[in-house]
């Protein structure tokens, strides 16, 4: 039993007698105790126990004035400090129905809520999910679990809610009822504190999917509570500042399960600093302690080993009961003589040595090991083949049934009996049959097993041996008698080995220390195949000769007092149990008046190691004292798989000290230390002792960090124990042995403080006085968070005491600890009942965290709720921790609820960045200088020296440069357009374009009556009639803007960005075909835009056959000659100005830089409306004379091959894709690679694929695209990247790389690819680092600078030039940048700088455009062509989309390259700031059942590999984010999505 105090005390007391004497008659506590067992299982409502529990009491109460009758029923302390004048304080003999109110097991629940009382108005925004994910997904879930199973050490299911406590200390402490006084003062107004707890401010005020303004009000009473008494408020666990509620914040568009107005001040990641120790911690101030000794082992003259005395007890006497086992209905079915034990035995040990063969060799030796799989019902079957096997001299390893190849920790127990080299199993006839099978009908090969040979130790299957044959009975000595495995905190299995020295001296102890005399009768609960049942109910017993009880647990679930109406039924003496047993007996006694105890002498308590067995133990002693059980009977015993009993409290008769208690503060407990603290009783632990050390034993308390020096007094650490009686080692882990079986414990000086070798026993505590043991709990549930120890147990009982029954099942709830960001996070995960209401989950969620933050003084990382029945059981039932922590850490754990609160728990973030006084850019060029830094520039091939035979160079115009070619090489193919199907669309040489360029000049000018200078908008799919209306144009001195069409399918969200791009671009006419003309003018258009504001539409489809009449001619080249309208990643529509002369130069640069001429064939699949795109499918061929294959992306939706297909078909060299693209081959065709060779797609051609992008390179896609395309002949080197951006279409292009070409020496170098440390960037700084490094993260060069284009990289706050690899602003000077922004309201000089800025200092003279994207120049080893050292350009990408977060820069694209990598179910992701929150949006490829999942695992990533903490996680479905044509996400899309609740999403997750 445990209670919990905020500040806390020590009180070490012996159990000694009451100083208040209980009034009530016996039975109304009988009454009393009946009725909080009933609410605690969740019989009766918390409103109806009230109302009974008041008519029982309201003889006894009188009324309190001034205080609500509501509060006297639930805060009982102050009710009974009424009425029960404190008692003097000397000590009396024990008062046998007696207690102080401080042991009360209730008193922790009165704690919880009276910690919650605070929080009682305090609520969270709820998070939001999509009403298919509320639906259970199968029947199985609805079925309520066994609510009675514990965990894996039973811890959770002692902490009975409201059970009371019979064993009292010296004194009374005045000071509870004063707390409680107060808590009741201060919330008079209210009601009692169990009925705020279950909803704070009220039910049904939020229905079950949450508006805005129900969550509006949940935030305004959050924010209203937030400023509370410092001495109680908690950290803040939804991350909201203290000032909060007075500072103005910009109103925002509602999100769903979000109110308007909620804002984050992010103050708690800003003030992160790195954890400290605290300087005031409690530190230990007692002297060394030294060994203890237990008494000494008496001499023992019986059996020289156990097998002697099993030989002696068949012969001597046969007839002597020594098992009796039950069935279901709790009948003996077989009672097992020591005759029958010792011949069975026999003849199974003489056939497993002898009868058992492989190629006329005996399958077993002596000393091989073999498995035991019997299940927990058939005792009698285990006890022949476990003594069986000690006969023939094999070593029996005990293992569970497997029931399925997917049990948890199976695949553990596999490699525990690989590792053991076993080979056979013996088993039952009956679990033979039940085990899974192979398709051969021989038992199934379980997963991580090895192969095993299954053997049925049944009669018929067993040989009697001969009359001279007889089993060796060797003294007991050091070879290993048997095998016990143990699972570790991790989940892994390992084997303890038990010698038969040991093995004997266990016995003798346990006799000696248990009084056990022969023909004793013991009743036994446990599981007889390990530990305490193994010990004492198969080892123990048959050296005694005793008749045990087994109990099968199949039988306590169905019967929960079988155990006790066989103590009756048999006058058994000892009783062995776990306090889960006492606990479920407690629930079905009221029928039972006829049962008796009398004749137990001594009740084990095997896990009375457990620090909350206590409250089982005294609710027990309360109801059956009554039955004749007596107090002093109750002994609980402290063990582990390695020492085997560490200690145990003696039965009375011994005359040993009377029973101890320990009530401890448990914030000092947290820091190691025992103290004796009066202030406050929020949170202590109280404790009952284990007893004594064991006969022969010697004991010490080691610290259980670092070097095993000697705890002081006052101190908790490892109990270790020095004893014959322990197991020996690990099996097969001599490193692992040495650490535990071997440890030396060292004084504070350093010496050894014993000659003897001592096991560690995983156990925490320390020794009290009269030298009694007391256990705080176990290394395996020990969680040190932030230097502050913590015990899974105690965090488990108090989630518990928050409304246990109302939402969540008792017994079915893990504890345990992640590792995130270097330190341990506590993960609390429970079954929610199918019953309870989405909201009412979560409010309940929000106040675990609260209470055990407040009770714990620690935060909780993550609280989850899973389907009923969906946690992995431990085989005796219970949670099987470790495998649920897998689960959690693989995203396969499935919750149904989850809230995350990093903003409170995770306290050691490092420190935001401060930003330094600004150095000067003079300074920085020197500080280059001097460290011997080159200035960051570099510059493309001097387009003045290059010689080329071009004579599309002496036109300034590209309509004449079309006009040209026309009367040249009027047949010459330009153009081929391909379909969905592979086949040519429409083709178009010089001189057939040429012509529908004038026919639609001589539309524009007749039909549409426009004027030279108009801007005309060109609403085309992606084809041959968009490159000759913008021909067209350009003849009739128009201004093109090319538009993509709207999508017919999606109108709502298409069509208006086309009107917003012809509205903007001031286009006077739209030229488009018949099909789209009647699309902007449908009843859907009309929903989406006002279809009557459209300017001119003409379509182009049947024009006349007209001549122009003249040629319009620019008056300079710097005349505009089409606007490039494009949607940048940040949202932001903009057209770029590009005049005649950009134009040309930009077709010289692409034509000089990929070596373009009439006789070449390149293929193209972009989208042609905008950027390097748009100037390959329409200009490029025009000016350089080379055929184009326009493959466009979208019929790539129906026949994914088609662009490599064409590029096979026609044997090209030369090809561009997007990333989109490439990204749809590697996903479409990534299994297809054998199917595509067999139709004969070669692409050895390919000398380069250029992918046309304006971000980082992606190298893990281009990397994965030659991987799967390698086959196809496609070689590595031939995929490289290209660099361009608004202000400059192509800065960078990697030019042929293969063949011939490349051997002339004008390609240059491959690109290079070099790791920089990502926490430098976010620093802006570039270290570089070696491949494979922490945080190391790899940039390719984007490509080769093109002819006549210049680069440096400035600083981008004082625009100074950079030394050479700084991460700075990427400039750009080349003929070929666009001439500035054309803006509907003229603002020119908002932008101006982008396209026209110089440098601060050094070269200010040239005129340079800001790209907008952080990257850096890096002079490599590497030569080009004219033998210069090659200049390699990084981009780490563009300023606008940078997050500023904690004072550094964060780039998107790496945070959701890690989140993408922690799920295979995560397609995409996108990432984005909303009020200083880390939004991060997923896309789920898989079933919306695992969305939940992946909040976890997003948050645990974005920390531990980027230092933030994430405030929301919204899960979508696939391809909600959105994406461009050039394949780069529209994260300022997606935010408005986010903000205006149109994302539909699965869930979304506020981190608190």
């Not at 097969?732 to 403080?753: D, H, I, R």
């Not at 969680?783 to 989630?799: E, F, I, L, P």
Request: charged content about 20%.
């Amino acid at each position: 039993m445990a209670e919990r105090h905020s500040t806390g005390l020590l009180m070490m007391m012996l159990e000694p007698n009451p100083a208040i004497a209980m009034t009530l008659p016996a039975e109304v506590r009988e009454k009393l105790a009946e009725l909080e067992l009933e609410l605690s299982e969740g019989d009766i409502t918390q409103k109806g126990y009230e109302k009974k529990r008041g008519k029982l009491l309201a003889p006894f109460i009188p009324q309190i004035q001034g205080v609500d009758p509501s509060l006297q029923v639930d805060h009982r302390i102050q009710a009974s400090s009424q009425v029960v004048p404190p008692g003097p304080k000397h000590s009396k003999a024990r008062a046998v129905n007696s207690r102080d109110e401080r042991f009360r097991s209730d008193l922790h629940t009165e704690a919880v809520q009276a910690a919650l009382a605070k929080y009682k108005d305090r609520k969270v925004p709820m998070p939001s999910k999509r009403r298919s994910v509320l639906v259970q997904s199968s029947v199985e879930a609805c079925t309520p679990p066994d609510t009675s199973s514990a965990s894996e050490d039973e811890g959770s299911l002692r902490r009975q809610g409201r059970v009371t406590s019979s064993s009292p200390p010296y004194q009374a402490h005045p000071s509870v009822e004063h707390w409680f006084n107060r808590v009741i003062q201060c919330s008079s107004t209210s009601s009692s504190a169990s009925s705020t707890s279950s909803h704070p401010g009220g039910r049904g005020q939020h229905s079950g999917n949450t508006t805005s303004a129900s969550a509006a009000t949940v935030l305004a009473d959050l924010m209203a509570h937030t400023q509370l008494d410092n001495h109680f408020a908690p950290p803040d666990v939804t991350g909201l500042s203290e000032h909060s509620q007075f500072a103005e914040h910009p109103q925002v568009a509602p999100v769903r399960g979000l109110p308007r107005g909620y804002t984050h001040t992010g103050s708690a990641m800003e003030t992160a600093d790195a954890q400290l120790p605290d300087p005031n911690q409690p530190k230990a101030e007692g002297v060394q302690m030294s060994p203890l000794r237990g008494e000494p082992l008496a001499l023992v003259s019986s059996s020289a080993s156990l097998l002697a005395s099993l030989q002696r007890w068949g012969s001597t006497q046969p007839k002597s009961p020594c098992l009796t086992a039950l069935d279901n209905a709790g009948k003996p079915v077989y009672t097992l003589t020591y005759g029958k034990l010792w011949t069975r035995s026999q003849k199974l040990a003489y056939t497993l040595l002898n009868k058992l063969s492989t190629r006329n060799e005996p399958l077993l030796r002596p000393g091989d090991r073999v498995a035991l799989v019997f299940p927990n019902n058939d005792p009698v079957m285990f006890l022949v083949a476990f003594y069986g096997c000690l006969l023939a001299e094999l070593v029996p390893v005990p293992i569970e049934v497997p029931l399925t190849r997917k049990d948890a920790g199976s695949q553990q127990i596999g490699f525990l009996l690989g590792s053991c080299g076993v080979t056979l199993a013996l088993t039952t006839d009956a679990c033979q049959k039940g085990l899974p099978k192979a398709q051969t009908g021989e038992v199934a090969t379980f997963k991580g097993w090895p192969r095993l040979l299954w053997f049925v130790t049944d009669g018929k299957h067993v040989g009697k041996p001969p009359k001279d044959w007889s089993p060796p009975l060797r003294d007991a000595r050091s070879d290993p008698a048997y095998i016990e495995y143990k699972t570790s905190k991790e989940g892994s299995t390992m084997g303890i080995t038990v010698t038969h020295a040991a093995m004997l001296a266990h016995c003798h102890v346990l006799t000696q220390a248990c009084g056990y005399v022969e023909g004793e009768t013991i009743t036994n609960v446990l599981d007889f195949k390990r530990d305490a049942g193994l010990w004492h109910g198969v080892l123990t017993s048959v050296l005694n000769r005793m008749h045990v009880i087994s109990i099968p647990y199949s039988l306590m679930k169905v019967n929960p007092l079988s155990w006790i109406q066989k103590v009756h039924t048999y006058k058994a003496r000892v009783a062995v149990v776990k306090s889960r047993d006492m606990h479920w007996s407690l629930l079905s006694q009221k029928d039972q008046r006829d049962i008796s105890l009398s004749s137990l002498r001594m009740l084990i308590v095997a896990d009375g190691a457990n620090p909350w067995s206590i409250s089982s133990c005294d609710a027990f002693l309360n109801v059956f004292q009554a039955r004749g059980l007596r107090p002093e009977v109750i002994c609980p015993c402290a063990s582990s798989a390695e020492a085997m009993t560490v200690a145990l409290r003696r039965p009375p008769e011994m005359g040993v000290p009377p029973p101890g208690k320990a009530v401890l503060s448990m914030s000092r407990l947290s820091y190691g230390v025992i103290r004796v603290d009066t202030e406050e009783k929020l949170s202590v632990l109280t404790l009952q002792d284990v007893g004594q050390a064991m006969p022969g034993a010697l004991v010490c308390v080691v610290r259980p960090e670092g070097t095993p020096c000697l705890c002081r007094t006052d101190e908790v650490g490892e109990i270790c124990v020095s004893s014959s009686s322990s197991g020996s080692s690990y099996f097969g882990l001599p490193g692992m042995t040495k650490n535990v079986f071997e440890m030396v414990p060292v004084t504070a000086s350093g010496s050894p403080a014993s000659d003897r070798l001592f096991t560690r026993t995983s156990l925490l505590g320390f020794v009290g006085p009269d030298n009694l043991l007391f256990v705080v709990g176990k290394m395996d549930g020990l969680m040190m968070v932030s230097g502050r120890r913590h015990n899974a147990d105690d965090v488990v009982a108090t989630a518990l005491a928050v409304e246990p029954m109302k939402f969540v099942y008792r017994g079915r709830i893990a504890v345990f600890s992640v590792y995130v960001l270097h330190d341990e996070r506590i993960v609390v995960v429970a079954e929610q009942r199918p019953d309870a209401s989405e909201e009412d989950s979560f409010q309940w969620m929000s106040r675990v965290l609260q209470a055990i933050d407040s009770i714990h003084q620690v935060g909780v990382y993550c609280l989850a709720l899973v389907p009923a029945n969906t946690l992995p059981k431990a085989p005796l039932g219970g949670i099987h921790v470790s495998e649920t922590k897998q689960r959690f850490l693989d995203g396969a754990l499935h919750p149904c609820n989850v809230l995350m609160c990093p903003h409170t728990c995770v306290t050691n973030l490092p420190k935001p960045r401060q930003k330094q006084p600004e150095v000067g850019p003079a300074s920085m060029i020197v500080g280059n200088l001097v460290a011997g830094k080159r200035i960051a520039q570099a510059c493309g091939r001097d387009l003045a020296q290059l010689e080329d035979n071009d004579q599309a160079r002496k036109f300034l115009y590209m309509q004449d440069v079309l006009q040209w070619r026309a009367q040249a090489t009027p047949e010459h193919s330009l153009f081929l357009l391909l379909n969905a199907k592979g086949t040519v669309a429409s083709t178009a040489s010089c001189l057939q374009l040429h012509k529908r360029a004038e026919r639609v000049s001589v539309a524009l000018m007749e039909k549409g009556r426009l004027n030279p200078g108009d801007h005309v908008a060109l609403v085309y799919p992606p084809g041959i009639d968009l490159i000759a209306t913008f021909y067209g144009c350009l003849y009739a001195g128009c201004v093109p803007v090319t538009v993509r069409p709207p999508h017919p399918q999606n109108l709502a969200t298409t069509l208006p960005t086309v009107k917003m791009i012809v509205e903007v671009s001031k286009s006077v006419c739209i030229l488009t075909t018949q099909a789209i003309m009647k699309l902007l003018k449908s009843k859907e258009a009309t929903a989406a835009v006002d279809v009557k504001t459209w300017p001119m539409v003409l379509d182009t489809d049947d024009l006349p056959r007209k001549k122009t009449p003249q040629m319009y001619k620019p008056p300079t080249p710097e005349t505009l000659a089409y606007l490039d309208f494009s949607v940048s990643t940040t949202g932001i529509l903009a057209g770029v100005k590009m005049s005649h002369a950009a134009t040309t130069a930009l077709c010289r640069s692409v034509k000089l830089q990929c070596e373009l001429y009439p006789s070449r064939q390149i293929a193209i699949c972009l989208d042609p409306y905008c950027g390097l795109g748009f100037a390959l499918w329409c200009l490029c061929s025009v000016y350089s004379g080379h055929q184009s294959i326009l493959v466009p992306p979208l019929e790539l939706e129906s026949n994914v091959s088609l662009w490599l297909s064409a590029v096979s078909q026609f044997k090209v060299r030369v090809t561009f894709c997007s990333y989109s693209v490439m990204e749809m081959c590697t996903k479409g065709l990534g299994s297809q690679a054998e199917a595509l060779r067999l139709r004969n797609v070669n692409l050895s051609c390919v000398r380069t694929c250029m992918v046309v992008a304006e971000e980082r390179p992606r190298i893990n896609l281009t990397q994965s695209f030659s991987k799967i395309f390698k086959d196809l002949g496609l070689s590595p080197r031939a995929v490289s990247t290209t660099f361009g951006c608004r202000v400059n279409v192509a800065i960078c292009l990697q030019p042929n790389r293969l063949g011939n070409v490349a051997e002339k020496g004008t390609a240059g170098p491959d690109p290079t690819t070099v790791y920089v440390d990502m926490r430098a960037l976010r620093h802006d700084r570039v270290r570089l680092v070696e491949r494979g490094s922490p945080h190391s993260l790899p940039l390719m060069e984007s490509g080769k600078i093109l002819p006549g284009v210049k680069v440096i990289i400035a600083n981008t706050e004082t625009k100074g030039p950079l030394g050479d690899s700084h991460l700075g602003e990427i400039w750009v000077s080349a003929p070929h940048n666009g001439a500035g922004y054309y803006t509907v309201y003229g603002e020119e000089a908002l932008h101006a700088d982008h396209f026209c800025t110089r440098l601060s200092f050094g070269d200010t003279q040239t005129v340079w455009a800001r790209t907008g994207y952080l990257g850096f120049l890096r002079r490599t080893e590497l030569t080009d062509a004219s033998g210069e050292r090659h200049d390699a350009l990084y981009v780490v990408g563009a300023l606008d989309e940078t997050l500023e977060l904690r004072g550094m820069r964060y780039h998107p694209i790496d945070i959701e390259t890690s989140v993408i990598r922690s799920h295979k179910s995560i397609a995409e992701c996108a990432v984005f700031t909303w009020t200083n929150l880390l939004v991060v949006v997923v896309e789920l490829e898989g079933s919306e059942q695992e969305a939940l999942d992946l909040v976890a695992l997003v948050t645990n990533v974005v920390l531990e590999e980027h230092y933030l903490i994430v405030g929301v996680v919204v899960v979508v479905d696939p391809g909600v984010i959105p994406i461009n044509s050039r394949g780069e996400k529209q994260r300022m899309h997606l935010r408005d999505g986010f903000l205006g609740d149109q994302l539909d999403p699965i869930y979304v997750a506020y981190n608190m």
